[in-house]
């Protein structure tokens, strides 16, 4: 059983991070650009972030400068654009299955916080292949490793309002299946203020169908301009107003589970993460909440 694991230790880079960062650099440099020599430039000055790399930072500020290499030596903005259209058809076209699945279980609610949890495999900065359909299939009838869904339930309905933090595209069709069991609510989506990787933006709000049933924030790419950063006092101020938060994904935990309040729905997808939460890899986790 996991530990709940939000008592002020933030998530800091270490060395299995710096592999990680590589391939992510490699495969979007693919993506954004068929000219080897810009995909070997990319690489080169990634390799040198990673020469002065400080261990003091969050998984999500280094990606933030490898991602701002690609797009700026390869002059191409969304490198992932077209594996995102992808993501949210695929999704859509899987959303009157994830329906019925809620429709017909015992408890919609944790049937649809389930399935919004194992959308979170739709992630590119981790893992470069997965089969959503087969993943749903084996975790629906596994237990969360850290499960605050009790409590969760329990405030909610005492709830008016909720900031719901999302993560990536086509994952966007999961998370609009667990928006739509949360009762009349006044909810927030925060959405990426600009690309980076597939985490997901006001394009994919909309194509997903999003946009008529949320509002709708930014969130920074690294890049000014773009929204706020995770942790801009501002935007922490506007998180800690709110009567629930729900953060959705890796990279969201990676840079807020030192604030207590929150809660954090995921797939643990890799050995930092899950060695942070004191579980499994591949485990769902639904953790935090204490501290409001």
Request: glycine share 8%; aromatic share 6%.
């Given at each position: 059983m996991g530990r709940d694991h939000q008592r002020g230790?933030?998530?800091?880079?270490?060395?299995?991070?710096?592999?990680?960062?590589?391939?992510?650099?490699?495969?979007?440099?693919?993506?954004?650009?068929?000219?080897?020599?810009?995909?070997?430039?990319?690489?080169?000055?990634?390799?040198?972030?990673?020469?002065?790399?400080?261990?003091?930072?969050?998984?999500p500020e280094i990606?933030?400068?490898?991602?701002?290499?690609v797009r700026d030596v390869t002059d191409n903005p969304d490198p992932y654009r077209q594996v995102k259209d992808a993501d949210n058809r695929l999704a859509l076209g899987m959303c009157p299955w994830l329906k019925e699945l809620v429709e017909k279980s015992d408890d919609r609610l944790h049937t649809a916080v389930k399935l919004a949890a194992v959308g979170n495999i739709i992630d590119y900065g981790v893992i470069h292949e997965f089969d959503v359909k087969e993943t749903i299939?084996?975790?629906l009838d596994k237990e969360f490793a850290v499960d605050r869904y009790a409590e969760f339930r329990e405030e909610l309905s005492d709830a008016g309002n909720i900031m719901y933090l999302a993560d990536n595209a086509g994952e966007l069709v999961f998370d609009k299946v667990l928006i739509e069991e949360l009762g009349d609510k006044d909810i927030t989506l925060v959405v990426k203020g600009?690309?980076?990787?597939?985490?997901?933006?006001?394009?994919?709000?909309?194509?997903?169908?999003?946009?008529?049933?949320?509002?709708?924030?930014?969130?920074?790419?690294?890049?000014?301009?773009?929204?706020?950063e995770r942790t801009d006092p501002e935007f922490i101020s506007k998180l800690k107003d709110?009567?629930?938060?729900?953060?959705?994904?890796?990279?969201?935990?990676?840079?807020?589970?030192?604030?207590?309040?929150?809660?954090?729905l995921l797939m643990a997808k890799c050995e930092l993460i899950a060695r942070n939460l004191g579980v499994e890899r591949g485990s769902i986790v639904f953790c935090g909440g204490e501290g409001r």
């Open positions: 230790e933030q998530v800091k880079v270490n060395l299995d991070c710096i592999p990680c960062f590589m391939r992510q650099a490699l495969e979007a440099a693919r993506k954004a650009t068929d000219d080897e020599k810009l995909q070997t430039e990319v690489l080169r000055e990634v390799s040198t972030l990673m020469i002065g790399l400080s261990y003091s930072h969050t998984p990606a933030h400068k490898v991602h701002a290499i299939n084996k975790v600009a690309p980076i990787i597939n985490d997901a933006t006001l394009e994919d709000v909309k194509s997903c169908g999003l946009e008529d049933i949320v509002n709708v924030e930014l969130m920074g790419n690294g890049t000014p301009g773009t929204g706020y709110a009567d629930i938060v729900l953060s959705k994904g890796q990279g969201n935990y990676e840079g807020l589970n030192s604030e207590n309040h929150i809660y954090f």
